[in-house]
Every structure is written in C-alpha cells, then in structure tokens.
C-alpha cells in the first residue's frame, strides 16, 4: 500500500575496515554501513528518529559481523543535513512568510502615513462588528484633513478586492485627520491597503447615488 507518511531507513555512510578480523573467516577486511532511521511525508525526510544502527559484513566471506568496533563508527558517524530537509523547507516557508508579511505592513504604514487621492482602504472595526468590511477611498487632502468616500456595498469576509458591482459612492463622505488614519491603522481597523491599482478595477469606479 502507498504510503505519504511513515518511517524509512537509509544508509548514510559506510567504512571499510582492514583490521577488524572476521569472527568467521577470520580476514581482515569488514565493511561497515550506518544506517539511520527518518520520518517522512511524501517521502521528503522530516527529521531523523532515535534508531541508528551499524552492520558489519565482511567482504570476503560475506558473513554478517557483531564486531564491537562498529560501535564506534556509529558514534562518529553524524545524520546528514538532507534528514531534515521537509523540516527545514517548512521552516524557511514560514520565514519567508513572515518576513513578506513585516514588508507588507512597512509598506502599508509608509502609506498610512503618506496618503494620497485615490488610495484605498478595508475597513473593519471589530469591536463594533467583527462581520461587517467595507472599502473606503481618499477623495481629496486638505492640510491634515483627508475626506473618504465609501463603498456601496458592505462584506461578512476579508477580502482584497471589490465586488463586481461595487463602486464608490461620492454621497458617503467622511472626514477625518491624518492623525485619525495612523489610529486607525495602529489599532488594526485598516485590513489592507491598495494604491497602484489598475483603471480598469472597481476601485476606480465612482457615482454619485441619488439622496
């Protein structure tokens, strides 16, 4: 049966010993191979188990040796890095994640900071309800004050992008200052932040609805 976890051996190294004697043919010339253990999935090693284990057969009779010097090639033989390869793919994954995620927000707060007209925002405030998302978008700057037109639609989800029939509604104005923005961004209202959005988007869309 195929199998997309599990356990596996491999053999890791293997020495050749000219001094070790044969316990039957008594030459001296036994190989040694370390074998390891591995956890798996998909095959790609997660990381190794606790069982190591060394056999010695000699290479010219062929028998199978319990000489007591395998012990030490076991000891000096170290698990390779690759036991730990789906270990450390996913931790790298993770990395990269998080190191994507930090640029991301540094890149949203420059722009917090920075606004300009046409630049929008996901806007959830959940304390007052964690279920309801709507877009806002800068209008127009004035000094400190920044004036939003919001989204016609309202959200039960996160999203990144506007409904297909969403647009802007230029009645729905808000005012609030630069300092307002950076709070709301602070106390994690702003959800996401989009600036360089083609024309063709929804974002670019703007009405004005009858009162």
Request: with cysteine; charged share 30%.
């Amino acid at each position: 049966m195929f199998e997309i976890k599990g356990r596996r051996v491999k053999k890791i190294k293997s020495y050749d010993d000219k001094y070790a004697e044969c316990s039957n043919c008594r030459a001296a010339n036994i190989r040694f191979t370390v074998f390891r253990e591995y956890f798996h999935f998909w095959f790609l090693p997660l990381f190794p188990s606790d069982i190591k284990d060394v056999k010695g057969v000699c290479l010219n009779c062929g028998a199978w040796n319990g000489n007591r010097v395998k012990e030490d090639y076991l000891d000096q033989t170290r698990t390779p890095v690759y036991f730990y390869s789906g270990t450390i793919i996913f931790l790298t994954g993770i990395f990269l994640l998080t190191i994507y995620y930090i640029n991301q927000n540094s890149e949203e707060s420059v722009m917090i900071d920075d606004p300009q007209i046409g630049d929008v925002y996901l806007i959830n405030d959940a304390e007052k309800n964690p279920e309801e998302y709507y877009w806002l978008k800068v209008n127009e700057i004035e000094d400190e004050k920044i004036y939003l037109i919001r989204s016609a639609f309202d959200y039960s989800w996160l999203q990144i992008e506007m409904d297909h029939a969403d647009y802007f509604d230029r009645n729905k104005r808000t005012l609030i200052s630069k300092e307002d923005l950076r709070k709301m961004f602070d106390e994690d209202k702003i959800k996401y932040v989009e600036r360089n959005y083609d024309s063709d988007s929804r974002f670019s869309v703007e009405f004005n609805d009858p009162q």
